[in-house]
């Protein structure tokens, strides 16, 4: 059973941001850091990215890895509620697959970052791969390219 009250629960979740995260604010200012110019949150496209560098036609989602269920150490199922957390968890890994799936039909190269992928020691290794397979895509597309250990490209 869940240790809060209905409306402690409620204020917990109310606070749970869905755009501007610590890793998404991570991912941003290093790639303007380097250069690169970049939309914010797009409602014009798929699964609203959370950056958008049209010059690359790349789109970036920065996944939170309990949100988005990454097959992690920080991800771990909850104790209480668990039917709805499965279903909506489930509900949102499944929106995300035919979100990026969207995006790559429309000639998107499609990037996957893991906010545990952002932790401190994995962070500058993450970044610089990033942003090495954003100006080395270009128009050059391979199946599926993985981020050394970090995140997915897909195109």
């Known amino acids: 059973m869940d240790d809060h009250t209905l409306e402690q629960r409620s204020y917990n979740m109310s606070k749970i941001k869905r755009k501007d995260t610590k890793p998404e604010l991570i991912v941003r200012k290093y790639l303007f850091s380097k250069g690169l110019r970049y939309r914010i949150d797009d409602k014009r496209y798929p699964g ?18 309990f949100w988005h269920h990454h097959n992690c150490k920080y991800f771990v199922w909850p104790k209480s509620n668990i039917e709805y957390w499965r279903e909506k968890i489930e ?11 969207k995006m790559k039909d429309m000639g998107w190269s499609v990037i996957i970052i893991w906010e545990c ?7 500058e290794e993450t970044l610089d791969e990033l942003f090495r397979e954003i100006v080395n895509t270009n128009g050059s597309y391979s199946s599926e390219v ?4 970090t995140g997915v490209l897909l195109d």
């Not at 049209?54 to 939170?64: D, H, Q, S």
């Not at 993985?146 to 250990?149: D, I, R």
């Open 48 to 65: 609203r990215p959370d950056l958008v560098l049209p010059k690359y036609k790349t789109v970036i989602y920065v996944n939170g890895c």
């Open 146 to 149: 993985k981020l050394g250990s």
């Open 91 to 101: 509900k949102n890994v499944s929106r995300d697959t035919l979100n990026y799936n």
């Open 117 to 123: 992928q952002l932790k401190k020691d994995k962070r």
